[in-house]
């Protein structure tokens, strides 16, 4: 058996597999229906819409055949997608590259097999339709033109589907917009406005205690509408494709000393204990301005769910090419049932110790960012006085 080689963007073939959201998903009747027509039009008893990943070959669709994935390196369609064309093999019993596949010498029992391969948009064979059959034959040339047809109608179904994905999540993500427009971001106005209201009429009538306590509540508030806005302006960027990402070295205490200088009347307010372990040897891989952000909302975050008179604990450490850097608040923690959601855009944010609303945007920002970056968000499951946040970067070290 001879296995087929990788294609020469390889890289970038994965990406655009990817790219499509299709891996182990459902069936999918439109799909199915083109197989079938596969089959009946070139008279096999299986056909397949396979996709070729990393180590495997997976059907999105099949007739004929019961198997729902087998390895790549046995994989016909393996070889079909390093063509421009269809590759087809009249007898796999008599071709020496396939003479002794287990998928020749056991079941499926395959003898002829033809596939046309499916070329995404960008130019990038991501698998192959494919029909197999139990006895060597040969396609016609109409049957031939028939299957490289329906395969440039398996890639016309991909990108339509992925188009209504993109749809749907475009449509959730504007039900979200909306919400917090009119609920989150009315709050803190309604607040800065109604003490306003009264600081006008009766600042000569307050007490400077009372003066002072009002001048909190006006500062709370414009802190959470700053903060709210700003993500709102990150993740309307980055929904748009307008995030520009410029990965350099980057030490990361600088980033940490400006944020908390600028949020210091966050911690103020609630009486919070800040500590921070400075790391000189803390250098990621990164972009500033995405990584300030990130560190900024897990700062919110923190500020957020940590109770009166709390603490928030900085530090980072160097470990295994990469920087980790932690974030640690007092507090109930996070909840196990949502922990394995908590940075899906799924997640319905919980209010915070004082009441704080919660817009659900901003540990999805995260790791949004993160992932650009090369990196990624993670708990620690392990830390029990209250929640840990971890940001993974590569190290430049």
């Given amino acids: 058996m001879i296995s087929a080689a990788l294609p020469p963007e390889e890289t970038r073939r994965l990406e655009e597999l990817l790219r499509y959201e299709v891996l182990d998903t459902d069936d999918e009747q439109a799909f ?7 089959s009946v039009i070139c008279g096999t008893s299986i056909s397949l819409i396979s996709l070729i990943d990393r180590d495997r070959q997976w059907f999105k669709s099949r007739v004929g055949l019961d198997a729902q994935e087998t390895p790549r ?12 064309q269809i590759f087809e093999v009249p007898d796999a019993s008599k071709d020496d590259r396939f003479a002794d596949n287990p998928l020749v010498t056991g079941a499926p029992d395959i003898r002829f097999y033809a596939g046309a391969p499916l070329i995404s948009k960008n130019g990038l064979a991501i ?30 179904q991909l990108e339509l589907r992925l188009h209504n994905r993109y749809l749907l999540r475009m449509h959730k993500n504007q039900q979200q917009l909306f919400a917090v427009i009119s609920h989150d971001l ?14 006008k009429k009766k600042a000569g009538e307050l007490s400077p205690q009372h003066l002072a306590q009002m001048a909190d509540g006006v500062l709370e508030s414009s802190l959470k509408v700053y903060q709210l806005l700003d993500e709102l302006l990150q993740w309307s960027c ?4 307008a995030v520009q ?22 911690f103020v307010l609630k009486n919070i204990h800040i500590t921070y372990e400075q790391n000189e040897k803390s250098v ?22 940590t109770p009166p008179h709390g603490s928030v604990h900085i530090e980072s450490h160097n470990i295994d090419g990469a920087v ?22 799924y997640i319905t944010s919980r209010q915070g110790t004082q009441g704080e609303a919660g817009y659900g945007l901003g540990l999805n920002l995260c790791s949004d960012f993160a992932r650009k970056q090369n990196g990624y968000l993670s708990i620690d499951d392990d830390y029990l006085e209250g929640a840990k946040l971890i940001l993974n970067l590569p190290s430049a070290n």
């Fill in 73 to 84: 390196d046995i994989a016909f369609c393996s070889h079909a997608i390093l063509q421009d």
């Fill in 186 to 199: 009315r709050s803190p106005f309604n607040g800065i406005l109604g003490l306003s209201r009264i600081l």
């Fill in 32 to 38: 199915d229906e083109l197989t079938q027509l596969a």
């Fill in 245 to 266: 990402v410029e990965l350099k070295v980057t030490p990361l205490d600088p980033l940490i000393i400006e944020t908390l200088e600028w949020m210091k009347d966050g």
């Fill in 284 to 305: 990621a891989m990164a972009d500033a301005n995405l990584t300030k952000t990130i560190i900024r909302n897990l700062l919110a975050n923190a500020i957020k769910y």
């Fill in 324 to 345: 980790r850097l932690m974030i640690a608040n007092t507090g109930e923690g996070i909840p196990v049932d949502i922990r394995n959601e908590l940075f899906s855009e």
């Fill in 127 to 156: 698998g192959t339709l494919c029909v197999i059959d139990v006895e060597p034959k040969q396609l016609d040339k109409t049957q031939q033109l028939a299957l490289d047809t329906l395969a440039k109608q398996v890639i016309s």
């Fill in 238 to 241: 980055s929904q748009l494709g």
